[in-house]
């Protein structure tokens, strides 16, 4: 198993103090840097910073909106990461919400499934350096009785291939990674409810035209180095009261069902209704705790790596670690503690 890094968010005041954590992280051997986007700061300029100021560290994006882009231009994105940062570049793509997609970019949330499948299709065809046409329920290329003609890319072919990764919650979605990505980028995490999980990529997986394709599973975990379990935990609560609270929409948000899944009805229900109310310190006050050590590594080293050695178990090819602290070193030495544990745990490819 790997380990990956996720620095937060980007354009915030912290971008200096983010690209150290991310340094410290490469210098530690860590395999990748993920970076997200919501609606700041893109991800595209947060990684080709990144990019010009390391050397080995895999570039991931975690995740490219599909309805912040036309199919055509991520594969130009992609081509043009993978160029500039010597192959070092992963694709992570994902729908987002109602919220983002339709309040933001303007875009219809309507058959998010179909329309990932058509557009990762596309840009396939565009990275392949095939001649792009293509004609579906939500993508036409060219238009048709228009003056465009199927395109081919000018990128320079290229020796690296480029992994799309797809982030995924709801059976169906991870169904759809395991048929038609390279990889699966999985949040809230327990090593104990995975099955489920990658029961439905594995089904995925035997429908897709090469099933025995080598398949990645990239678990996004935080993580809070403390001796008192409970005080690491609180240190993430107002991040699990806003995805389970606050993500989507009442009747769309994709982790709230997943904690309802994982047997946290009554719970999901009154954080989000807190949430939705505007009671955030509230919200994260009823996250349970257990929920929280579920998707975690929380405590000291011998505890997390007891919990990493969970994640191996359960067969996740990388574990990208999120460190808490108020401080660029208080994070620093967080992901130091999160390397120890799986250094000692004896887990590392």
């Keep these: 198993m790997k380990l990956g890094i996720s620095a937060g968010w980007w354009g915030t005041g912290r971008d200096e103090e983010n690209l150290a954590l991310v340094q410290r992280a490469e210098e ?31 570039l991931g994006a975690g995740v490219l909106q599909i309805p912040g882009r036309t199919p055509a231009m991520t594969a130009m994105t992609a081509a043009g990461l993978r160029s500039l940062s010597g192959g070092r570049f992963n694709l992570g793509l994902g729908v987002s919400g109602p919220q983002v997609s339709e309040g933001w970019h303007g875009v219809p949330f309507a058959k998010p499934l179909a329309r990932t499948r058509e557009y990762i299709e596309i840009v396939r065809m565009a990275l392949d350096r095939q001649k792009v046409e293509f004609h579906g329920d939500h993508f ?23 992994p799309i990764y797809l982030a995924a919650v709801g059976p169906k979605n ?18 104990e409810f995975t099955g489920e999980q990658v029961a439905s990529i594995r089904t995925g997986l035997a429908r897709s035209t090469d099933p025995d394709r080598d398949f990645a599973l990239d678990a996004a975990v935080p993580l809070s180095v403390h001796e008192d379990v409970s005080v690491a935990a609180d240190t993430v609560r107002p991040y699990a009261a806003l995805y389970v609270g606050g993500m989507g929409s009442r009747n769309q948000n994709f982790y709230n069902a997943l904690a309802i899944r994982m047997g946290y009805e009554e719970a999901a229900g009154t954080v989000q209704d807190l949430y939705l109310g505007g009671q955030y310190r509230e919200a994260a006050a009823a996250v349970p705790e257990q929920f929280i050590d579920d ?25 990208t670690l999120s460190p808490s602290g108020k401080t660029v070193e208080e994070r620093i030495s967080a992901l130091e503690t999160g390397v120890a544990a799986a250094e000692q745990a004896g887990i590392l490819d």
């Design 140 to 162: 036409d290329l060219p238009l048709p009785g228009g003056a465009g003609k199927p395109l081919r890319s000018t990128a320079a072919p290229s020796e690296h291939s480029v």
């Design 295 to 319: 998707t975690s590594l929380l405590g000291p080293k011998d505890r997390i790596a007891e919990r990493l050695t969970r994640y191996a178990e359960a067969g996740m090819s990388t574990v």
């Design 28 to 58: 530690l051997g860590v395999h990748v840097v993920w970076a997200a986007e919501a609606y700041g700061v893109d991800a595209v300029t947060v990684l080709s910073w990144i990019g010009a100021r390391t050397t080995r560290i895999r």
């Design 174 to 191: 991870l169904e759809l990674a395991g048929e038609i990505a390279d990889g699966w980028l999985g949040i809230f995490l327990s090593p």
